[in-house]
């Protein structure tokens, strides 16, 4: 039996994007938000490559930096800094320096001028391509990516967008049989 369910919290039932740092610069300033309104937006023809959607307001001095110098980079954390991934997001980076309030660690980018935090599961270094700004949406091309192994095996920390959070359990692996079905970068040769 199904509940009615508000309007305003039907965006709760289809967020199962992972929760993202995205860390940008500004003058020099390296600064960090955490955002969890993301999703690929399809494949490039050309590149193979897929644009991602981010969601987020002009009011985010790290969305403004970011708007303002067309880069940033997209960090996957996992469960294990969940904490301080969640503690990022409530405090401005034009009040705080979140990399010494939060103790991470940092290394330069390759393709864009900005930080790359250490110890995450993964970074993609993007582009800025288009901004909806009617809908905050911002749309970003990756120009570079690294994975860290250990780390990607770790759960990853997933919003519901209400202030609840959950981590991923268990991994299928069903490549194999899905091996045509696939993009041609993600099938097994």
Not at 161 to 178: I, K, N, V
Request: glycine share 6%.
């Amino acid at each position: 039996m199904y509940q009615t369910l508000n309007l305003n919290l039907a965006f709760t039932l289809v967020e199962p994007s992972p929760v993202v740092l995205i860390t940008t610069r500004d003058q020099g300033k390296d600064n960090v938000f955490t955002l969890s309104l993301l999703m690929p937006l399809g494949f490039d023809d050309d590149s193979g490559c897929c644009n991602i959607a981010i969601m987020t307001g002009r009011w985010n001095h790290s969305a403004r930096a970011m708007l303002k110098n067309k880069q940033c980079v997209l960090h996957v954390p996992t469960a294990e800094r969940m904490a301080d991934t969640i503690a990022i997001g409530t405090v401005s980076g034009a009040q705080v320096d979140k990399f010494d309030r939060f103790g991470l660690a940092r290394e330069e980018a390759k393709q864009v001028d900005c930080a790359i935090i250490k110890g995450c599961a993964a970074y993609i270094e993007c582009r800025v391509v288009d901004d909806i700004e009617q809908h905050g949406i911002v749309i970003l091309r990756p120009v570079s990516a690294g994975v860290n192994e250990a780390e990607n095996r770790k759960s990853k920390i997933h919003s519901v967008g209400d202030g609840r959070f959950f981590t991923e359990g268990e991994r299928f692996d069903y490549r194999a049989l899905m091996n045509e079905k696939l993009p041609p970068q993600c099938q097994i040769s």
